[in-house]
């Protein structure tokens, strides 16, 4: 998550959750120190806080409604979470099943129309699995490139969506005709394994390499700076390791 935030320069970071929060808060310490991040509620931070607590370098304020000029200008990269994902990139955040009369009522669409039709958005997905990456979302709350084209110059122009990071690998949207295409896989996943999680036929070029490990140095501020709680284990529990 962090490596998705790395080339973007001077940018707004609004990650959204746990995971994309510590994503960017290394990023601002290691790859991407011009990164402009907030607390999450109001306040632009000058410094790199721990998960959750608040910083002691305040440099700027942001309110909820100065969010929309940010999002209406097109310097931000968000990174969401996503009930569903489809083979072109559209994502769901809103119910499941038919529109009008859903299974099951999720969070709707929030800023996810605004942030894919304005600004660079990413994806985290916990839990990747054949319910979550489908063929075709039930409801369109963020927009890929194909329908964000179809839609016209005004939803598609800054349409970006950058990544989709999930617990087996990392994705983009290049694949033919703007589908999902797998970038790598993470250590001890295997392509197959991807594939069968997937709910759609997956671009996949002929070699896909190893997600990237962590280094020490990531590794001591993840642990020691800014997740000495381990927070993270929450939503994405560690690995045993056999000895």
Not at 138 to 155: F, L, T
């Amino acid at each position: 998550m962090a490596d998705a935030f790395k080339d973007d320069g001077e940018i707004f970071a609004s990650p959204m959750g746990t995971l994309p929060m510590l994503g960017v808060r290394l990023a601002k310490l290691t790859s991407n120190p011009d990164l402009v991040i907030s607390d999450g509620e109001s306040l632009f931070l000058a410094g790199v806080p721990p998960l959750f607590a608040k910083g002691d370098v305040v440099e700027g304020w942001i309110p909820f409604r100065r969010v929309f000029d940010v999002v209406a200008y097109g310097k931000r990269h968000v990174m969401m979470g996503a009930t569903q994902v489809d083979r072109h990139g559209n994502q769901n955040i809103s119910a499941i099943g038919d529109f009008a009369r859903p299974q099951r009522q999720l969070l709707g669409s929030r800023g996810a129309p605004g942030n894919t039709v304005n600004n660079r958005t990413s994806y985290w997905v916990p839990r990747h699995t054949t319910r979550v990456f489908v063929e075709q979302v039930d409801v369109v709350s963020g927009v890929g490139p194909k329908r964000a084209r179809e839609a016209g110059p005004a939803a598609a122009k800054y349409n970006d969506i950058h990544r989709i990071v999930s617990n087996l690998g990392v994705f983009d949207v290049r694949g033919p005709d703007d589908t999902v295409r797998l970038l790598s896989v993470h250590p001890g996943v295997s392509v197959d394994e991807v594939v069968e999680s997937t709910g759609f036929d997956l671009a996949v070029e002929a070699d896909v390499p190893t997600t990237r490990e962590p280094t020490e140095s990531e590794l001591m501020i993840v642990r020691n700076v800014l997740d000495p709680r381990n927070l993270r284990d929450r939503e994405v529990p560690p690995v045993e390791v056999a000895r």
